[in-house]
């Protein structure tokens, strides 16, 4: 278990009871379907003017999901703080395979219509056939793709 997780796997599960509790809490109590990319689109409704963000889902819900989202960014901020800022993880990719990493993950949230998140947590607690499947897309293509930069990068897998 170790190797699998050197840092221990608590706060895993910690963090993945949290997003369950807030999703199923969102679904019980307001009937909102919590997903990244359409807070993501949603936002874009207050600034562009293009009809795909002009559409009455997006611009209806815009402010519900700011407000979710601001929650989000402030919760990790809390986390963040509380924890000491010695305790949050950094990363060595250039910012640059970051831009492109972001580029492409948002490509394919639109292309599968949703995100991981939303895929994952919502549409398979949904029983969602297209969501299943969007999800073991993303995990053979994740999968494939830590593959391929192991053997790239010579470490051993």
């Known amino acids: 278990m170790q190797t699998f997780f050197p840092n221990g796997w608590s706060h895993y599960l910690a963090g993945g009871l949290l997003i369950g509790a807030g999703v199923s809490l969102m679904f019980l109590l307001l009937g909102r379907i919590v ?16 009809p795909y963000f002009q559409q009455a889902p997006l ?7 700011v407000v979710c989202a601001t929650g989000l960014v402030l919760g990790a901020g809390l986390w963040w703080w509380l924890s000491g800022p010695e305790q949050a993880q950094h990363t060595l990719v250039s910012p ?3 831009l492109v990493g ?3 993950v948002g490509y394919g949230a639109r292309l599968s219509n949703g995100c991981t998140s939303g895929h994952g947590i919502c549409g398979l607690a949904s029983l969602s056939r297209p969501s299943l499947v969007a999800v ?8 494939a793709t830590a593959r391929v ?9």
């Open 136 to 143: 073991l897309i993303f995990m053979a293509v994740a999968i």
């Open 96 to 98: 640059a395979r970051l």
């Open 35 to 50: 997903g990244m990319s359409t807070f993501f689109s949603s936002s874009w409704s207050y600034v562009s003017r293009l």
């Open 149 to 157: 930069f192991v053997f790239i990068s010579g470490g051993a897998a």
């Open 102 to 104: 972001g580029l492409l």
């Open 59 to 65: 611009v209806e819900t815009r402010l519900w999901r």
